[in-house]
């Protein structure tokens, strides 16, 4: 069970910030956006591929093509989530084949959302690159996944939550850290 709130790491501008610089660094590391595409993990990693999207159209002035991935099939602790999972549709309705992915997330922690997701890809296709952009980059790595891109660094314990809140979702624009009840 989540608790309290403990205290707010970032706010709206902070957050479009991060997201400014991470959108030139993924320019500037891809040479461009030629067989750039952003693909975002649902749930909070969906808007904020959108808004990469977006900050590198008013860049570039080309929006590159953006999916959605759900990796709730893909998970290793998909018995443990729950007895009937929820399952969305992945849409990713371009090729990724031979293509910079950019593979987008909120927070990334023990690593395992990302290794699910990277099965998700594949499955897809074959990308050329495949790299990760994360708001948050927490620790506690479970396995030897590192982020590309990373927003902010946040050392926490494993009884804290970081929970990202973004309009499009939760109507408030912020990341905070909860105890853990």
């Given at each position: ?153 946040v050392p926490t314990s494993k009884q804290e939550v970081v929970s990202v809140r973004l309009l499009e979702i939760d109507k408030e624009e912020r990341v905070i850290i909860l105890e853990h009840l």
């Amino acid at each position: 069970m989540v608790g309290n709130e403990k205290t707010q790491i970032m706010e709206a501008d902070g957050m479009r910030r991060v997201l400014t610089r991470i959108a030139h660094e993924i320019i500037e590391n891809n040479k461009g956006i030629r067989d750039l595409v952003l693909i975002g993990i649902r749930t909070r990693g969906v808007p904020l591929a959108q808004r990469l999207a977006e900050l590198i159209e008013a860049i570039e002035g080309e929006i590159p093509p953006v999916g959605i991935l759900d990796i709730s099939l893909y998970r290793d602790d998909l018995t443990t989530v729950a007895d009937q999972p929820v399952v969305n549709q992945t849409e990713i309705r371009f090729s990724i084949n031979n293509k910079n992915v950019i593979l987008v997330d909120d927070v990334l922690y023990t690593g395992r959302t990302v290794r699910a997701a990277l099965d998700g890809i594949i499955d897809q296709g074959r990308p050329k690159v495949i790299q990760l952009a994360v708001l948050i980059d927490r620790g506690h790595r479970e396995l030897p996944i590192r982020a590309d891109y990373v927003g902010k660094n946040v050392p926490t314990s494993k009884q804290e939550v970081v929970s990202v809140r973004l309009l499009e979702i939760d109507k408030e624009e912020r990341v905070i850290i909860l105890e853990h009840l």
